[in-house]
Each structure stands twice: as structure tokens, then as C-alpha cells.
């Protein structure tokens, strides 16, 4: 594939995409937030998302999947206590689940654990 094929490409993904952006902002102001079908995409897009979560926790593929499954609970665990304990704080949160997970990554890579 030539460079101006690959640059094609491109718009034409651009283009896809946009499309939808643009229709979503343009009808935004017409949803109703408070709506019981708004309400039902919000609880299957959560659905969804922790069900993906879950999915890379348990079941990973890659580079994460050469990690033990200990470490990964033990990390997601850690996050959820400092979620809660600060107020249900995403960042901080995420943060010490990274933060957890890479110290026991590079304990068991160095041998200590």
C-alpha cells in the first residue's frame, strides 16, 4: 500500500468517525438525561465496561497475561480500597492500582517475592 492509499485510509476512518461526533452533538440538547431508555444505555454501557475490566483482569492476553493472577487481584483490590477511602476518587484510585501492581511486578522480577 502507497503512502497516498495509507493517507486515504485515514479520511476515510476520520470521515466514520466524525460522522457520528457531529450527529451527537448535534441532537445532544433533544436527550433527556433522565430518561428511562438514557438510563438503560448508561447501565449497559457500565455492563459493559466491567465486564471488559473483568475480562483483562482475569483472562488477559499479551504481555499482561505473562503476569501472575495475584498480583493483578491484588492490585485491583488495592485500588478499589483507596477508591473508597477517598471519597470515590478515580484517580487516586487508579493511580494505586498501577502503583501496586508495578511494585509487585518488579518484586517478582528482581526475585523478591
Same mark, same amino acid.
Given at each position: #500500500? ?6 486515504? $485510509? ?7 468517525? @466524525? &460522522?457520528?461526533?457531529? +450527529? %451527537? ?30 475480562? #483483562? ?6 504481555? $499482561? ?7 493483578? @487481584? &491484588?492490585?485491583?483490590? +488495592? %485500588? ?34
Amino acid at each position: #500500500m502507497g503512502g497516498s492509499e495509507l493517507w486515504g $485510509l485515514l479520511g476515510l476512518c476520520l470521515l466514520g468517525t @466524525l &460522522i457520528w461526533r457531529f +450527529a %451527537g452533538a448535534a441532537i445532544a440538547h433533544y436527550i433527556d438525561p433522565a430518561s428511562s431508555v438514557f438510563q438503560w444505555l448508561t447501565c449497559v454501557a457500565y455492563g459493559m465496561l466491567a465486564a471488559l475490566i473483568t475480562r #483483562m483482569l482475569l483472562i488477559p492476553t499479551g504481555a $499482561l497475561a505473562e503476569t501472575p493472577t495475584t498480583d493483578r @487481584l &491484588i492490585a485491583i483490590a +488495592a %485500588g478499589f480500597v483507596v477508591f473508597f477511602v477517598f471519597q470515590r476518587n478515580f484517580f487516586f484510585g487508579t493511580l494505586s492500582a498501577f502503583g501496586v501492581f508495578l511494585i509487585l511486578s518488579s518484586l517478582r522480577g528482581t526475585g523478591m517475592l
